[in-house]
């Protein structure tokens, strides 16, 4: 089975705060790991991709893999009220099927 | 999102009746996906396309079946629907392999 494991929270932040987010994975094989942001009755969407071992940045977003720990994380710095939402961690597998957690709810305060 | 549009967004339907979603892209991507989403458990992949004619099983694929004629359709039937099959039912695409989906807005589906 593979697993997909995060922290549902909820994990409230002050405007302007660092906010970090944490996710194992069971599936060695795994090579691939993506961070997917959902507002609340939409879609989710991709923000963040992460394939090798140690740090990746985008704007406001770091991803951070760690593949000897089997785990992922996603900091957002700034935050911002826009950025209340749940954020779902996937894992990719060998037949390209993304296994997803059950998401950390994120709030902002102003 | 990408050219993918999903139909209906809303359905209710009665218990035992067959029902089919649609999933419409105009990516000329080659994957296809449908999952569910249920507070608690998360996105589960119900059934995925490789290819025209190519499907196969995800992790909760019982009650479901799909079927892909065109690179651009991808359909969900839920046979005889089930109280337990009432979920937000989201269609999933990529292009090309080891990289993230892009997803359609979603259908609510209601068994009654």
């Known amino acids: 089975q593979k697993e997909v494991e995060q922290n549902s929270g909820p994990l409230s932040v002050p405007e302007g705060a660092i906010a970090s987010l944490n996710c194992t994975y069971s599936?060695?094989?795994?090579?691939?790991f993506f961070w997917y942001r959902q507002y609340s009755g939409k879609s989710p969407e991709l923000i963040m991709s992460?394939?090798?071992?140690g740090d990746k940045e985008d704007g406001r977003f770091t991803a951070q893999l760690n593949k000897a720990s089997q785990y992922v994380s996603l900091l957002i710095r700034d935050s911002q009220p826009s950025d209340s939402a749940t954020y779902l961690c996937?894992?990719?597998?060998?037949?390209?099927?993304?296994?997803f957690g059950t998401g950390t709810r994120l709030t902002v305060i102003p | 999102d990408a050219g993918i549009t999903q139909s209906p967004r809303h359905k209710v339907t009665e218990t035992g009746t067959p029902v089919t979603l649609r999933c419409h892209q105009t990516?000329?991507?080659?994957?296809m996906y449908w999952y569910r989403q249920d507070p608690g458990h998360g996105l589960r992949l119900i059934h995925y396309?490789?290819?025209?004619?190519?499907?196969d099983k995800g992790e909760v694929s019982d009650g479901y079946s799909v079927s892909r004629s065109k690179t651009e359709d991808f359909l969900l039937t839920l046979e005889s629907a089930t109280s337990s099959q009432t979920s937000v039912y989201f269609c999933?695409?990529?292009?090309?392999?080891?990289?993230?989906?892009?997803f359609g807005s979603g259908t609510r589906l209601t068994v009654v």
């Open positions: 996937a894992a990719l597998t060998g037949a390209n099927n993304l296994f």
């Open positions: 599936d060695r094989g795994s090579q691939s």
């Open positions: 992460i394939y090798s071992n």
């Open positions: 990516e000329n991507h080659r994957y």
């Open positions: 396309s490789y290819g025209v004619k190519d499907t």
């Open positions: 999933a695409t990529t292009g090309d392999y080891g990289y993230g989906y892009t």
